[in-house]
């Protein structure tokens, strides 16, 4: 099993940048794939990006093309996710996400393990 832990949030104003990290702990010696999803008050838990094993592979959200970029170091066993230009859209708990082997379908259910969540706020 894979354990996460999300660190990085926080308050920030509209047009400002976070980047929030990962840190996977546990049987991390088999390829696994990561991602982010996020889930704003009263909305269902939603796809952010993806990123294969190797690196090759990232996926993203329509909503966030051109604003974030999804990154990863397999010798920290850690995933990135850098936010630019944030909007008050942006506002959710972003929650880290594995799996192993390939990267899974944007859906909640295709992603075996999960962090506890981070909170960003992007205040107008």
């Known amino acids: 099993q894979v354990q996460l832990v999300e660190s990085g949030g926080g308050l920030v104003q509209a047009g400002a940048s976070l980047r929030l990290s990962c840190a996977a702990s546990g049987r991390t010696d088999s390829p696994y794939a990561m991602a982010w999803f996020r889930q704003a008050p009263g909305k269902e838990r939603e796809f952010v990006a993806a990123?294969?094993?190797?690196?090759?592979?990232?996926n993203y959200a329509d909503s966030v093309k051109g604003r974030f970029t999804i990154s990863r170091s397999n010798a920290k066993n850690t995933q990135y996710l850098q936010m630019n230009s944030l909007k008050p859209d942006d506002t959710a708990v972003y929650y880290c996400a594995a799996a192993y082997g390939r990267v899974r379908r944007p859906q909640t259910q295709t992603w075996d393990y999960w962090g506890q969540g981070t909170q960003v706020t992007v205040s107008s």
């Open positions: 990123i294969s094993w190797s690196g090759g592979t990232t």
